[in-house]
Structures are given as structure tokens and as C-alpha cells.
């Protein structure tokens, strides 16, 4: 077991860097929530919480020091640097916007733990059919504003390049850029198990990588990030593209739009699955197939089965018949889903109220308690006899004088 602050430094450090959408939120919510029984069993999460490792992110990567983000992501991974290494068990930093690190500043990284640390890098990664839709979802939830085929065109166009998408679901080349000072059996990537496996599977693997027991953590305490239906994700798009200038991102975008409507409301609706025409499974298919080649050839360790990342062209699941992330979402459907939408707006708007009278109701008795004792004093203070009444207090120095006295 490791034990905080004997010097003798970390025996492993895990440098989570990605991918986005790999169900990285549910290992990290699983880990933080029970960061006590991951301590007990030598592991180490430097920080106070999962927003630590992002703000570290974005210091890392020279991104701290923007307005928009809070002054103490302000030498954040310093910070956790420095505590991982006063620990003297395994360590692990997580957090998946690390995968869009440039190559010098995976390198820093790295090597901030010295040449005596033990470094491994862990990549979860999955296949592309289903990253290709949750990717365009994603920026979507992020004020974008593009089209699912103008997106997949785009891919297409660029493909090769330093673009976000390549530099964060190109697995091999993320894992090129992160462990490139590093021997290949420190190199970990984890695959994320094909759609009807559940999320147990993924987690057994994370944990026996990270030496953690995973049958002594509680994972229905965590869940991932819901995917949206077609109709919610079109809707939310167009909200994107009437706003104007309203609610930028970054800003409140995130906690009016992203965090109230996309994640509180519209996630709870039943809508149509995300599906890829069978050209775009298609053009999704090799480009896995690409990648997973790839990974075969750096020869990293791989915590599952590289087969995992190249599903079959065909989707086994579909219905023939059900429209795709090609077709248009029908005026009828989005209207069906906007008065959903705003129904479960005006509910959210009831909670909060609700919420807010209730604190301001404790606020007032919190309030009227202070004025009944302030009263109470007053009057004990009015019928203690004169010569019995305590001095007011006038600081330390007046005290120690009145004692001399």
C-alpha cells in the first residue's frame, strides 16, 4: 500500500491522456467517487477532483492562463506533479483532453517525473464506427454548428492532417506523439469492449492494468455520457445556429445550453439511434482497419483485443429502413421533439426555483436565529450587575495588560 509523503517517490505513474468518448467519464467518475479505496489499495489521484486533472490539461498544453479559465489552473500540473511525486504507491492522471497535446508537450510531461519514475501511458480507445457520430454529437454539444454529412465530409477532406478529430481518435498517432520516449510494454491501450459487453468489462480491464481489485468498487454509482437521438441532436443544432451572439462558448454556453438542455433535458427523450449510411460505416470501418494495423505494428501492449477496433462493415443491429445520419430529421418529428424540449425546460426552471426559495427560506430562519440570539445576549449582558460585566475585548495586547493589572 502507498503511503503519502515518505519520499522515496511514486512506483508507477499513469498518464491517462484519452481518447475523448472511450467511456473515459465513467472510469474517472468510478475512481473519484472512490478515490478512498483506490488509495487503500496504493493508488494515488493527485488532486481534489477530476476538475484538477482538466484544469491540468489546459495548463500543460499553455491554455491555463486564457480568461475564460479559473486562475488556479495557473501551474495546476505543476501541482500535481509535485504531489505525485511525494507518494510513494502508483499514481494515476486522467483526463481526456490530454490526448490533444502536442508532441513537445507530451514529451515535458514525461519527463517532469524524472528519469527514476516508472511512466506508462494508457489510451482508451474504440472503434470509429461508433466514434464518428459521437464525435460530431460532441461538437455539436459544443455550439457547433454543422451538419452530420458536412462533418463526414470534412473528415474525409482532411484526413491525414493535424485536424482535432485525427489528432484524438487517431489512436497510433496519438499514441506515436504521448509514448514516444517511452518502451513499447509501457504503452497501454485499452480497448473499449463492442456495444452489448456493458461497462463492467472496460472497467476490469482499466483496474487489472492500474493493479486495482475492480470487484471492490461500486460501478452503479457511475454512469458514461448519454448519447442524444437524432432528433435531439438536430435540435440542438439548430438552437446552435439561431443563437447568434447569445450565450458564447466558452462561457454560459456550457452551463445554460450543454450542461441544463442537451445533458438535463433532451438527453432524457427517446429519439433515433445514431446511424451511419453503409458508405459512411463503410468509409468508418477501414479507417479503423488503418489504425488497429497500426497498433499491431508499434506493438503495444493492448489490455482486450485489437479485433475490437474493426467492427463488421455491416451493421448487425440496423434496420434497414430506419433513416440514417444522412437523412433530414422530418418538420414533424422536430416539432414533436421542440415541445418536448421546452416542456422539460419550463420543469427544469421549476425545479431551480423551487430550489433557490428553499435556500432563501433557510437563509431567513439562519437570519432570524442570529437576530433572537443577538437579542438573547443583549439582554444577559443588560442584567449582569456592572461590576461583574467582562471588559470589551480589545485585542491581544489589551488583555495581556488588564492581566498585569
Same mark, same amino acid.
Given at each position: 500500500?502507498?503511503?503519502?509523503?515518505?519520499?522515496?517517490?511514486?512506483?508507477?505513474?499513469?498518464?491517462?491522456?484519452?481518447?475523448?468518448?472511450?467511456?473515459?467519464?465513467?472510469?474517472?467518475?468510478?475512481?473519484?467517487?472512490?478515490?478512498?479505496?483506490?488509495?487503500?489499495?496504493?493508488?494515488? !489521484?493527485?488532486?481534489?477532483? $477530476? #476538475? %484538477? /486533472?482538466?484544469? *491540468?490539461?489546459?495548463?500543460?498544453? &499553455?491554455?491555463?492562463?486564457?480568461? =475564460?479559465?479559473?486562475?488556479?489552473?495557473?501551474?495546476?500540473?505543476?501541482?500535481?506533479?509535485?504531489?505525485?511525486?511525494?507518494?510513494?504507491?502508483?499514481?494515476?492522471?486522467?483526463?481526456? !483532453?490530454?490526448?490533444?497535446? $502536442? #508532441? %513537445? /508537450?507530451?514529451? *515535458?510531461?514525461?519527463?517532469?517525473? &524524472?528519469?527514476?519514475?516508472?511512466? =506508462?501511458?494508457?489510451?482508451?480507445?474504440?472503434?470509429?464506427?461508433?466514434?464518428?457520430?459521437?464525435?460530431?454529437?460532441?461538437?455539436?454539444?459544443?455550439?457547433?454548428?454543422?451538419?452530420?454529412?458536412?462533418?463526414?465530409?470534412?473528415?474525409?477532406?482532411?484526413?491525414?492532417?493535424?485536424?482535432?478529430?485525427?489528432?484524438?481518435?487517431?489512436?497510433?498517432?496519438?499514441?506515436?506523439?504521448?509514448?514516444?520516449?517511452?518502451?513499447?510494454?509501457?504503452?497501454?491501450?485499452?480497448?473499449?469492449?463492442?456495444?452489448?459487453?456493458?461497462?463492467?468489462?472496460?472497467?476490469?480491464?482499466?483496474?487489472?492494468?492500474?493493479?486495482?481489485?475492480?470487484?471492490?468498487?461500486?460501478?452503479?454509482?457511475?454512469?458514461?455520457?448519454?448519447?442524444?437521438?437524432?432528433?435531439?441532436?438536430?435540435?440542438?443544432?439548430?438552437?446552435?445556429?439561431?443563437?447568434?451572439?447569445?450565450?458564447?462558448?466558452?462561457?454560459?454556453?456550457?452551463?445554460?445550453?450543454?450542461?441544463?438542455?442537451?445533458?438535463?433535458?433532451?438527453?432524457?427523450?427517446?429519439?433515433?439511434?445514431?446511424?451511419?449510411?453503409?458508405?459512411?460505416?463503410?468509409?468508418?470501418?477501414?479507417?479503423?482497419?488503418?489504425?488497429?494495423?497500426?497498433?499491431?505494428?508499434?506493438?503495444?501492449?493492448?489490455?482486450?483485443?485489437?479485433?475490437?477496433?474493426?467492427?463488421?462493415?455491416?451493421?448487425?443491429?440496423?434496420?434497414?429502413?430506419?433513416?440514417?445520419?444522412?437523412?433530414?430529421?422530418?418538420?414533424?418529428?422536430?416539432?414533436?421533439?421542440?415541445?418536448?424540449?421546452?416542456?422539460?425546460?419550463?420543469?427544469?426552471?421549476?425545479?431551480?426555483?423551487?430550489?433557490?426559495?428553499?435556500?432563501?427560506?433557510?437563509?431567513?430562519?439562519?437570519?432570524?436565529?442570529?437576530?433572537?440570539?443577538?437579542?438573547?445576549?443583549?439582554?444577559?449582558?443588560?442584567?449582569?450587575?456592572?461590576?461583574?460585566?467582562?471588559?470589551?475585548?480589545?485585542?491581544?495586547?489589551?488583555?495581556?495588560?488588564?492581566?498585569?493589572?
Amino acid at each position: 500500500m502507498g503511503t503519502q509523503g515518505q519520499g522515496s517517490g511514486p512506483a508507477r505513474v499513469f498518464l491517462h491522456v484519452g481518447s475523448p468518448k472511450t467511456g473515459t467519464t465513467f472510469l474517472q467518475n468510478v475512481l473519484w467517487s472512490q478515490h478512498d479505496t483506490a488509495r487503500e489499495q496504493g493508488l494515488l !489521484l493527485p488532486g481534489s477532483s $477530476t #476538475a %484538477d /486533472h482538466y484544469l *491540468a490539461n489546459l495548463d500543460l498544453r &499553455g491554455l491555463s492562463a486564457q480568461e =475564460h479559465h479559473p486562475d488556479r489552473a495557473v501551474g495546476m500540473w505543476r501541482r500535481l506533479v509535485d504531489e505525485a511525486l511525494a507518494w510513494d504507491g502508483d499514481v494515476l492522471i486522467t483526463h481526456e !483532453l490530454f490526448a490533444g497535446a $502536442t #508532441a %513537445d /508537450h507530451a514529451a *515535458a510531461a514525461v519527463a517532469a517525473f &524524472g528519469p527514476e519514475t516508472e511512466v =506508462h501511458l494508457v489510451v482508451t480507445a474504440r472503434d470509429l464506427v461508433r466514434q464518428v457520430p459521437a464525435e460530431w454529437q460532441e461538437r455539436i454539444k459544443h455550439r457547433r454548428t454543422a451538419t452530420f454529412p458536412e462533418f463526414v465530409d470534412d473528415l474525409v477532406a482532411r484526413t491525414g492532417e493535424a485536424t482535432w478529430f485525427w489528432e484524438v481518435h487517431d489512436y497510433a498517432a496519438l499514441v506515436r506523439r504521448w509514448g514516444s520516449t517511452l518502451p513499447p510494454e509501457r504503452v497501454h491501450v485499452v480497448t473499449v469492449p463492442g456495444s452489448g459487453a456493458g461497462s463492467s468489462l472496460l472497467w476490469e480491464r482499466f483496474a487489472g492494468l492500474l493493479g486495482l481489485d475492480p470487484a471492490s468498487f461500486d460501478l452503479t454509482r457511475s454512469r458514461a455520457n448519454r448519447s442524444l437521438g437524432a432528433e435531439q441532436v438536430e435540435l440542438l443544432r439548430r438552437v446552435n445556429a439561431a443563437l447568434g451572439d447569445a450565450l458564447p462558448h466558452p462561457g454560459p454556453y456550457s452551463v445554460d445550453v450543454k450542461t441544463m438542455l442537451a445533458q438535463r433535458v433532451l438527453v432524457e427523450h427517446p429519439g433515433t439511434r445514431l446511424r451511419l449510411s453503409p458508405e459512411d460505416r463503410a468509409l468508418a470501418v477501414q479507417w479503423s482497419r488503418d489504425v488497429a494495423r497500426e497498433l499491431e505494428r508499434l506493438g503495444v501492449d493492448v489490455v482486450g483485443d485489437l479485433a475490437e477496433l474493426v467492427p463488421p462493415e455491416g451493421d448487425p443491429e440496423a434496420d434497414p429502413t430506419a433513416p440514417t445520419l444522412r437523412d433530414e430529421v422530418s418538420d414533424e418529428r422536430l416539432l414533436a421533439e421542440s415541445v418536448a424540449a421546452l416542456v422539460g425546460v419550463l420543469d427544469e426552471h421549476r425545479e431551480r426555483r423551487a430550489e433557490r426559495d428553499n435556500a432563501r427560506r433557510q437563509l431567513q430562519k439562519v437570519r432570524a436565529e442570529l437576530a433572537q440570539a443577538r437579542r438573547a445576549l443583549a439582554e444577559a449582558q443588560a442584567q449582569q450587575p456592572e461590576s461583574e460585566a467582562a471588559p470589551p475585548a480589545r485585542g491581544l495586547a489589551g488583555r495581556l495588560r488588564r492581566t498585569r493589572e
